[in-house]
């Protein structure tokens, strides 16, 4: 909180010499982990420091160019928090995830929340161009649904599945429900290749409920 608080009144040098203390004593309390720890600097966990992250998956390829344009800007430009955190995943088939036909390395930025909003904004617009997807539950108040469709191939898939397993919207939330109405207007027609596939998708859920209902019938029956 010291820190930020000397950067907010541009008293940077004395906002280091806080930074550097707190490493060190981060750096102490490392050598009683044995193997590997990611968590370096998470203080504002255990001090309640107020934040607001959002968080970026890029494709892996892309990493080296992404890492370089982030560094390359604070040169010249000072974080308004005293990190921003690095991670990779391994990509699968999911019609929604970041990670959806390609591996791919996320940046998690953070910031106090009252200045978080252009912060954020400024960073989507300066990573725009590596078209990134953006985690669902970080930051996507700060989104544009016309670039979110475009980085989810299947997002087309995901919003008829839903209309067939769940047309009452019993399992969304107000701001799922939001996000679903305004995805389902900038999608569009459906193909009828789309179609297909998630009627198929819901009789193999069909069928899955009824084994599962059959398990349960021979387990109370025996």
């Given amino acids: 909180e010291s820190f930020l608080d000397l950067c907010n009144e541009n008293e940077f040098e004395e906002a280091d010499k806080v930074l550097e203390r707190v490493l060190e004593s981060q750096i102490q309390r490392l050598k009683h982990y044995v193997g590997q720890y990611n968590h370096v600097l998470c203080l504002e966990r255990n001090n309640g420091i107020p934040h607001a992250d959002i968080e970026m998956n890029f494709s892996y390829e892309k990493h080296k160019e992404v890492l370089q344009t982030v560094f390359d800007h604070y040169e010249n430009n000072r974080l308004p928090y005293y990190n ?10 999911a019609f929604l995830s970041c990670c959806q036909s390609r591996p791919g390395m996320w940046i998690d930025f953070q910031a106090k929340a009252d200045v978080s909003h252009d912060f954020f904004y ?17 930051g996507m108040d700060n989104s544009d649904p016309s670039y979110v469709i475009e980085q989810f191939p299947d997002i087309a898939k995901f919003i008829e599945a839903v209309k067939l397993v769940d047309p009452a919207g019993k399992f969304r939330n107000e701001d799922g429900e939001s996000w679903f109405q305004a995805l389902d207007l900038l999608t569009g027609d459906w193909s009828e290749s789309i179609k297909e596939e998630t009627i198929v998708l819901r009789e193999q859920l069909v069928e899955e409920e009824k084994k599962s209902e059959c398990c349960l019938i021979a387990v109370c029956d025996g």
């Fill in 122 to 138: 400024e960073m989507t617009s300066m990573l725009k161009h590596f078209g990134y997807r953006k985690h669902w539950a970080k």
């Fill in 84 to 93: 921003f955190e690095i991670r990779t995943t391994n990509q699968d088939d």
